[in-house]
């Protein structure tokens, strides 16, 4: 548990004064995310900069430098009986608090629960003139400035450095129940939107090699009450299966051929695109596993209200995100421009053009 | 910033009137009047002209020509707003949203709504209880508040501990920038690549964008919600007692508390049955299965005796359960009753800070020689002081506002911010200066120049110039010395 803030600060200023470039690490878990980073760029390691800062149980908050890793976290909430639960994957030990954030990865509760950026309250955040910056704070209103901190979500690093996050945490549920059947795909769609559309205790809808598999977890008598109620047989282990969805163990995950994440409207048709699927988030967030050009499952993602990136293999010089309309390029160039007007933090990671 | 404006306001009419209804072009006084203020009638201003465009198109055609000419545009809802975001600039253009009222398309297996931003936030839960959905933010001013208007302010209400604000409860928004681009900003799917445009447009106060669509998620209607009122003799008791039902797991729909004045008045008017002689009140409702509910209730029923509770009471009905909420609903007006004005805050704190906030304000109302009354939404630690004055009084006013800037500072110092939900507008621009340093401002400043490069969207609310704070940091922490000094002597 260390304060390396002024440390970091420094290796900002010396960097702007040379000229160089920094790539952001943390656990370095997601090092297979984003475009390939520059080769010529410094490392700015947050991964000393760990430790909780200040938790309290009973206001359901927790602050924690951003290379704390999600484990400690984690261990940190479970013996109060509390937890992350928008159920941020781990690619390996050291996976932290802070790629959590820059790269908005959330769980398969997600739809339910929120993502990392629905729960953080407020941050940290070393900009390109190395200035340490706070934002938002530790209370769940604020609406005082912008929201900068839920900015970051998915801006992969290129605003800044962000060495702190404060969050909400949430009770851990009394039970949890998975109940799973045979569906072909065609059906799934609309029957998890319709089981969603039920007030109740629903935390995953997900359907993979021809199952579906539906979550429910909260209060005892109304996870058993509606397991009752619903079909599908109860599952031995689930919680193993939502786990393995979580942490992207599960076999679909296994190999190196290409996988694109779909992130589109929960009722939208699947693309049609021969190969496998997973889907997850009740239809919201689906995944592909196959050789294909960026440019024909963009029209497909934006056919069905949403967008299309390549999350790990593949090309990685190439773009890997959904492209920007002009205007909104614009903005993220000029936003980029105000945080870091030098261009030192993570140059080309998340498009070619920032 | 913005200089003089290099268009008269009969040009500027007239470029308008081309492509917008002549009658919904303002340029009298006596029409333009009600655009003087919005629900913070204290801040009063008269603009230049007001627009009423009908479509997006009109929208862009006057962001462009407003561009152009460098000219402050303030884009008005329904104008219920309770920090002056929506006072006009008197050099500019207010743009009101009052024509885009349609609900355009309602998804019930998607559990969306795509509306015009003029919709009214409790028509939309109105609208699609049809399918047994509803819109989950519900700020107290729901029957009056537009869409459009909540996302401007990142709106909340009692619920929002379990469902969120209105930043978690939007998919997107189709927006006009200031330089007149037209574009969507999120997807039908829960997040899109790259930063987070839509939480940075939640909550900026009109000085990004102007919103000309959204699209919001919509939930389940719960099975069944039933409310537990309990009583204490001290809010250190009813402090803890909410701390004790969240340590128990229990997310509450809706976590309330009020003070002994806010009781009496609340009571008075609503004849709610809340129990008079408690120091504090809380209004704890859980809403879910009817297992969940039956579950939960018993358990927050023993937690409240456990920790102190005076008295404890549980609807039994849904009548019942209105009548409970009646009372915290009509709290600001009922308070209204019993003082010619009142002056709504809106500071937040940390929870375990409640009995220290609420015992140095009890000191600051003596020594403003003003009344206080406490609504506080418990759950989430956003405290609504209702201090109570007479305007006819001169310098009553003054001493309010010095009273409320007190508070404001108070919660900052205990970790908390100094606003939760009504925005900083012009209202509280100056304790900016006491939340952030000016390197962060400067960065606010920065945020904002990305997206309106002449700084014509609502120029001079949400953010100060930084030649100003420095004035105001000194000024306040004499102020603060002073008030120190006399605490001590006192």
């Known amino acids: 548990m260390a304060d390396i803030s002024q440390t970091l600060k420094e290796q900002i200023l010396q960097a702007r004064q040379t000229g160089q470039k920094l790539n952001i690490e943390g656990g370095g878990t997601k090092a297979f995310m984003g475009r390939a980073a520059d080769t010529d760029a410094g490392t700015l390691k947050l991964a000393e900069h760990t430790g909780i800062v200040e938790y309290h149980p009973v206001e359901l908050i927790l602050t924690a430098r951003a290379g704390t890793s999600l484990a400690e976290i984690e261990a940190t909430l479970a013996e109060e009986g509390q937890c992350l639960h928008f159920e941020p994957p781990r690619f390996g030990d050291g996976s932290t608090l802070g790629g959590t954030l820059a790269c908005n990865l959330s769980g398969p509760a997600r739809p339910w629960s929120g993502s990392v950026r629905d729960q953080v309250l407020g941050i940290r955040l070393l900009n390109g003139r190395g200035e340490h910056l706070r934002f938002g704070g530790q209370v769940m209103k604020n609406v005082a400035g912008y929201d900068t901190s839920r900015l970051q979500a998915g801006a992969m690093g290129t605003l800044g450095a962000i060495t702190e996050i404060s969050l909400k945490v949430m009770p851990k549920p009394a039970m949890s129940l998975t109940l799973v059947q045979d569906m072909p795909m065609d059906d799934v769609i609309h029957y998890m939107n319709s089981r969603a559309k039920e007030p109740k205790p629903i935390t995953g809808a997900a359907w993979v090699d021809g199952k579906v598999y539906l979550r429910l977890a909260g209060a005892k008598s109304a996870v058993e009450a509606t397991a009752k109620k619903w079909t599908g047989e109860v599952m031995e282990q689930g919680d193993q299966f939502w786990q393995q969805l979580q942490h992207m163990q599960h076999d679909f995950f296994a190999g190196d051929e290409p996988l694109w994440r779909f992130s589109v409207g929960s009722t939208a048709a699947n693309p049609d695109l021969d190969g496998p699927w997973l889907i997850d988030w009740a239809g919201s967030q689906r995944w592909y596993r196959g050789e294909a050009d960026i440019a024909r499952l963009e029209t497909m993602a934006k056919r069905a209200g949403g967008q299309v990136s390549l999350f790990r293999g593949g090309d990685r010089t190439d773009e890997v995100m959904h492209h920007q309309p002009r205007a909104l390029k614009e903005i993220q160039q000029r936003l980029k421009k105000s945080f870091d007007p030098d261009g030192i933090f993570n140059p080309g990671r998340l498009y070619s053009w920032l | 910033m913005t200089t003089k404006p290099k268009i008269s306001r009969a040009e500027l009419a007239e470029q308008f009137r081309a492509f917008i209804d002549p009658d919904f072009v303002i340029t009298d006084d006596e029409t333009m009047k009600p655009y003087e203020c919005d629900g913070m009638s204290m801040y009063c201003e008269m603009p230049m002209l007001v627009v009423l465009p009908e479509t997006a198109e009109q929208v862009q055609r006057v962001m462009r020509i407003c561009n152009e000419h460098e000219v402050p545009v303030v884009a008005r809802g329904a104008g219920t707003g309770l920090s002056a975001g929506a006072m006009p600039h008197k050099e500019g253009v207010v743009l009101s949203l009052a024509k885009f009222n349609r609900i355009l398309d309602i998804d019930p297996l998607a559990r969306t709504a795509r509306l015009q931003p003029g919709v009214r936030n409790l028509a939309i839960s109105e609208e699609v209880a049809q399918f047994g959905l509803y819109y989950g933010p519900d700020p107290s001013s729901q029957i009056a508040c537009t869409i459009g208007g909540n996302v401007a302010e990142n709106s909340g209400g009692v619920h929002c501990l379990k469902y969120g604000l209105t930043v978690h409860n939007i998919l997107s928004v189709e927006m006009i920038t200031a330089e007149g681009e037209r574009v969507t900003i999120g997807s039908d799917g829960l997040d899109v690549c790259g930063m987070d445009l839509l939480a940075l447009m939640t909550g900026s106060e009109g000085l990004l964008g102007i919103v000309t669509e959204v699209t919001v998620k919509l939930l389940p209607k719960p099975e069944i919600a039933q409310v537990v009122m309990a009583g204490f003799d001290s809010v250190q008791k009813a402090g803890d007692a909410v701390g004790g039902i969240i340590s128990h797991g229990i997310i509450p729909g809706g976590l309330e508390m009020m003070d002994g004045y806010a009781i009496i008045a609340a009571d008075d008017f609503a004849q709610a049955g809340y129990p008079r002689e408690a120091k504090a009140l809380l209004l704890c409702e859980v809403d879910g299965t009817e297992e969940e509910v039956h579950e939960h209730i018993e358990q927050a029923e023993n937690v409240f005796r456990k920790l102190g509770a005076t008295s404890v009471k ?169 008030d120190t000094v006399d605490a001590a002597h006192g």
């Open chain 2, 314 to 482: 549980t609807s039994q009905s849904e009548e019942e359960r209105a009548l409970l909420w009646k009372g915290r609903k009509s709290a600001f007006p009922a308070v209204g009753r019993i003082s010619p004005d009142y002056y709504c805050m809106d500071g937040t704190i940390p929870r375990r800070h409640l009995a220290h906030v609420l015992l140095e304000m009890e000191k600051m109302s003596k020594e403003f020689d003003l009344r206080v009354a406490n609504v506080f939404h418990a759950g989430d630690g956003n405290l609504h002081p209702l201090i109570l004055f007479d305007a006819n009084v001169p310098g009553e006013f003054e001493r309010t506002e010095a009273f409320g800037s007190s508070i404001l500072n108070l919660c900052v110092e205990v970790g908390g911010c100094i606003t939760g939900e009504h925005g900083v507008g012009v209202e509280k621009i100056r304790q900016m200066a006491v939340q952030f340093n000016d390197e962060e401002l400067q960065q606010f400043h920065d945020v904002k120049a990305a997206f309106d490069p002449a700084g014509i969207l609502n120029p001079g609310k949400g953010v100060p110039a930084l030649r100003f704070c420095q004035e105001y940091r000194s000024l306040e922490y004499k102020q603060h010395k002073h």
